[in-house]
């Protein structure tokens, strides 16, 4: 749908990563180091991910139109800038009653923040706990946590849910982060052809389906917020055990969200990726096949737990059109 020409869509955040010291600007809108060699940095936009890096380290930052503002709000730290909202809750969940209650807990801080900010429209969140695939059917913590998500979701995600990463870390298991970024109009969600919608994955999957969208491509239609994308076709996860099958169908679920999304064939410069690996031995297979495939693709490896245990690799981050 074309905008109204008396309504501006604001410049997306501009998604980079830095090797080396991190200098926030007055437009940083949020940056993340990654594991525990990350600096600690006293500023609301600055979040120490506990996914540790695989590799050569890096930080994500990024960058907006205009000049930020931040703040803190107990366990919630916010920044705005540009048009844009960056949102995270970071919290213990033995302090909130354990996986369900804690995310409950911090989606429930997340909805009431946005529902009184002027950004509303959420594009785009991260998930980051411990030991995701601890507990057995039902009891596994990743489903624990997808009903405390809905639980706390709240009016702000009413008409239709974003783009979503979930992955587990080796850090402590009681740690929870969850992060978003919003903007003051709606973007449009996309769905993978191949694919069944995640909210839609039958009662084997848990009590609770994931609630996300495999993408959002943002308000002005040039950026594509890709989730985590694994080897998923249908609802069944496909090449148990097998990384270099697993790589190559989480590619052609990747390019099927390009196409979905109007975008370009291809992941180049302007395509920042996060390549989340379950075992790092397996580091040099996934760096081979993105030499092979997306030569140019900015890409960060992080060693991380996928929601289902048969899965090895998952790939989410950003397609800009130009």
Excluded at 55 to 72: K, P
Excluded at 298 to 315: A, M, S, Y
Aim: proline share 7%; glycine share 10%; charged share 20%.
């Amino acid at each position: 749908m074309r905008e109204p020409a008396h309504q501006a869509t604001h410049a997306a955040p501009r998604v980079g990563y830095v090797h080396g010291p991190v200098a926030l600007t007055p437009s940083t809108l949020a940056a993340f180091g990654f594991g525990t060699a990350a600096p600690a940095v006293d500023d609301p936009r600055w979040l120490s991910v506990a996914l540790a890096p695989i590799g050569r380290s890096a930080s994500e930052v990024w960058e907006v139109d205009g000049e930020v503002q931040s703040g803190r709000e107990g366990e919630l730290r916010w920044s705005r800038g540009g048009g844009w909202l960056y949102a995270a809750v970071e919290c213990r969940e033995d302090e909130h009653g354990g996986t369900e209650a804690a995310a409950r807990y911090a989606y429930g801080l997340l909805s009431r923040f946005v529902a009184g900010a002027p950004e509303q429209h959420v594009q785009r969140i991260w998930n980051y706990l411990g030991a995701i695939n601890a507990g057995e059917a039902d009891d596994e913590r990743y489903k624990h946590f997808c009903t405390g998500r809905i639980g706390g979701m709240g009016d702000v995600f009413a008409h239709g849910f974003p783009a979503a990463t979930a992955i587990g870390h080796h850090a402590d298991p009681e740690r929870l982060q969850v992060y978003l970024l919003a903007t003051d109009r709606p973007g449009t969600r996309v769905e993978n052809p191949r694919q069944v919608s995640a909210w839609r994955y039958p009662r084997q999957y848990g009590r609770t389906p994931p609630s996300f969208a495999r993408a959002t491509l943002l308000p002005a239609g040039d950026v594509l917020a890709i989730s985590g994308t694994a080897a998923v076709v249908g609802h069944a996860s496909a090449h148990a055990g097998d990384i270099e099958a697993q790589l190559a169908e989480t590619l052609r679920n990747l390019d099927a969200l390009l196409a979905a999304g109007g975008l370009p064939a291809g992941f180049g410069r302007t395509a920042p990726l996060k390549a989340y690996v379950r075992h790092p031995e397996h580091a040099p297979a996934v760096q081979a096949f993105a030499a092979k495939h997306f030569p140019e693709a900015p890409l960060v490896l992080l060693h991380g737990d996928i929601c289902r245990e048969e899965l090895l690799i998952e790939i989410d981050g950003w397609r800009y059109r130009a």
